[in-house]
């Protein structure tokens, strides 16, 4: 990586061609209102657009989630980001890959390149900045001091918001169409795996553990979008700050085994979860991850409180 009057270029692993970002979801819900609050509660922006919410890092313009009403909680298109000079590449890999480019969808029009994944999710890949980091992001811990009380007070205590997107993990009915499909159209590269439950994938070009990551299911899904926080505090602190505002529901404090985050998952209005997450694991642009299948009841969580009984329904199929 080299440095030019002061600009710091991306990392990038040169000639290999993949997406580097997730960029946006988009989904409807039906009510935006009650979506506002979740996710303002959460610690994000929400800016109203026309009919739609949009949904950002604080101080950031561009939303990481659009909302839009509709008749109940459903997908309605996952927005990747390339490097410019990639996207005559992609436009020409779609083609040899043989998948259908399509007109972008009424209100997001874009001079992406839209296309639908083989569960039917719309999708587009277009250019935007890295958001995904480039080297491992520093976990902060509390000084260890003696002589000093440390603690902030119940009262005092702020709470962190999040800093970027860091995943989505998408409900799938068939794991390893979608790896395969993620891996050979869109360029990312499996992390892990437990058998055919769950996959892990990142970025080629410096990213997370995982970008994006599937989980069987009878259909597609959203089951949560994840937010990094820069400590372990400040995954507790979110996590009282929703139950305090009233969404006690969901999971953690935790640590995952595969991509070893922290976490703590809130349940969302409509059965998915908005993740607080610290301290992924990450893989450099110019490593090659050695991908590994575990066993699922050894790879969930090292520690943490038992999963609610319904953590991995997807709601989008079923509302039982
Ligand atoms: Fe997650």
Not at 140 to 151: G, Q, V
Not at 201 to 213: E, K, R
Request: net charge negative; aromatic share 10%.
């Amino acid at each position: 990586m080299t440095q030019t009057g002061g600009f710091i270029p991306a990392t990038r692993r040169p000639g290999v061609l993949g997406v580097h970002s997730v960029r946006r979801l988009a989904m409807t819900v039906p009510d935006v209102e009650v979506a506002r609050r979740f996710y303002s509660d959460f610690g994000l922006d929400t800016v109203a657009q026309g009919a739609n919410l949009d949904v950002s890092i604080q101080g950031q313009a561009a939303p990481c989630i659009t909302i839009a009403d509709g008749p109940r909680k459903r997908i309605h298109h996952l927005s990747l980001a390339a490097f410019e000079d990639d996207i005559p590449r992609f436009t020409s890999h779609l083609r040899e890959c043989g998948v259908e480019r399509l007109a972008p969808p009424p209100g997001f029009e874009s001079n992406g390149l839209w296309f639908r994944d083989p569960d039917g999710m719309l999708v587009e890949i277009c250019v935007a900045l890295k958001t995904t980091p480039d080297r491992k992001t520093p976990a902060l811990w509390p000084a260890s001091t003696a002589n000093s009380a440390r603690a902030p007070s119940r009262t005092g205590a702020s709470k962190p918001p999040p800093t970027r997107m860091s995943h989505i993990l998408f409900f799938t009915p068939e794991l390893d169409r979608a790896v395969k499909f993620y891996t050979q159209v869109i360029g990312l590269r499996l992390s892990d795996r437990a058998g055919d439950e769950i996959a892990f994938m990142h970025g080629v070009h410096g990213s997370d553990h995982h970008l994006i990551a599937f989980v069987k299911s009878e259909g597609p899904g959203l089951h949560h979008c994840s937010f990094d926080v820069p400590s372990l505090e400040a995954v507790g602190l979110g996590a009282k700050a929703m139950a305090d505002k009233g969404h006690q529901r969901g999971w953690g404090m935790g640590r995952h085994v595969l991509g070893s985050n922290y976490f703590h998952y809130v349940r969302d209005p409509w059965g998915s979860y908005a993740e607080y997450s610290c301290d992924m694991d990450f893989v450099a642009a110019d490593y090659d991850w050695e991908a590994h299948d575990n066993k699922a009841e050894d790879a969930f969580y090292v520690w943490g409180p038992t999963p609610p009984i319904d953590f991995a329904r997807n709601y989008e199929v079923s509302d039982e």
